[in-house]
Nanobody
C-alpha cells in the first residue's frame, strides 16, 4: 500500500501561483510514477502532470503546458506541482496518484490516490 497526502491548495487570484505537495509513505515510492489529476464540478477527471520515478522533464496535459511544473524528490518521498499563471478554469480538486503505470495519462492505471486538495482561482 501507498498512502498519499496532498497539501498546498487554497484560494488564489487569477495570474497567481500555488505549489501543491504530495507526501508518500508505505511501499517503495521511488519506483512509481507520480501523477497529478484534477476534477472540477460536473466535469470528468483530467490528467494534469506526471513524472516517472527516474525523473526527467515530466509529462503535461495540454491545458497546463508552459504554466505548471512537476518535480519529485525520491529521498523525501515527495512530489510537487508548481502552478503559475493560474486561470479560473484551473479551479478544481487536485489529486496526487501513484503507481507502476504504462499509460502515464490514464487515471485508471494508478492504484493509489490521495484525498485531494481544493484549488480555487478567483477573477
Amino acid at each position: 500500500q501507498v498512502q498519499l497526502v496532498e497539501s498546498g491548495g487554497g484560494l488564489v487570484q487569477a495570474g497567481g501561483s500555488l505549489r501543491l505537495s504530495c507526501a508518500a509513505s508505505g511501499r517503495t515510492f521511488s519506483r512509481q510514477t507520480m501523477g497529478w489529476f484534477r476534477q472540477a464540478p460536473g466535469k470528468e477527471r483530467e490528467f494534469v502532470a506526471a513524472m516517472r520515478w527516474s525523473g526527467g522533464s515530466g509529462y503535461y496535459g495540454d491545458s497546463v503546458k508552459g504554466r505548471f511544473t512537476v518535480s519529485r524528490d525520491n529521498a523525501k518521498n515527495t512530489v510537487w506541482l508548481q502552478m503559475n499563471s493560474l486561470k479560473q478554469e484551473d479551479t478544481a480538486v487536485y489529486y496526487c496518484a501513484a503507481g507502476w503505470v504504462a499509460g502515464i495519462t490514464s487515471g485508471h492505471e494508478y492504484p493509489y490516490w490521495g484525498q485531494g486538495t481544493q484549488v480555487t482561482v478567483s477573477p
